[in-house]
């Protein structure tokens, strides 16, 4: 079967693509989030853009998203970003998927 194409609502479009440069945001919110505390502010790159849009679990989980859709990114962040002193493979890396709402433009 041929491949459906995606059908976007207002807002739903991707607005990273993969190999946009992103830093991961560093605010602190309080309560539960999805992001672990040791990747905020870094620095990596968009692997892959994750079909189709979803929730914002964090907000859904307090009933305040009101079923806005976004997209979560598999971003690619270089060892050498997370742990400076890092002597494995120029190559090794992270992958990660992160919430649209947590990423921005570098």
């Known amino acids: 079967m041929p491949e459906q194409p995606i059908v976007y609502s207002l807002g739903e ?3 990273f693509r993969p190999g946009d440069a992103v830093r ?10 999805r992001l672990p505390l040791y990747l905020r502010g ?3 790159s968009v692997e892959r853009v994750i ?3 979803a929730v914002d679990n ?3 989980g307090y009933g305040h998203n009101a079923g806005r859709r ?4 598999r971003i690619s962040i270089p060892m050498t970003e997370i742990w ?3 002597a494995g493979p120029p190559h090794d890396g992270l992958r990660i ?3 649209e709402t947590w990423l921005e433009r570098i």
């Not at 991961?24 to 989030?33: A, V």
């Open 13 to 15: 479009k991707p607005i």
């Open 24 to 33: 991961i945001g560093t605010r602190s919110p309080i309560g539960h989030y």
């Open 42 to 44: 870094k620095k990596g």
């Open 51 to 53: 079909e189709p849009v």
């Open 58 to 60: 964090e907000e859904e």
């Open 70 to 73: 976004l997209h979560y990114y």
């Open 84 to 86: 400076p002193d890092y």
């Open 97 to 99: 998927e992160v919430y």
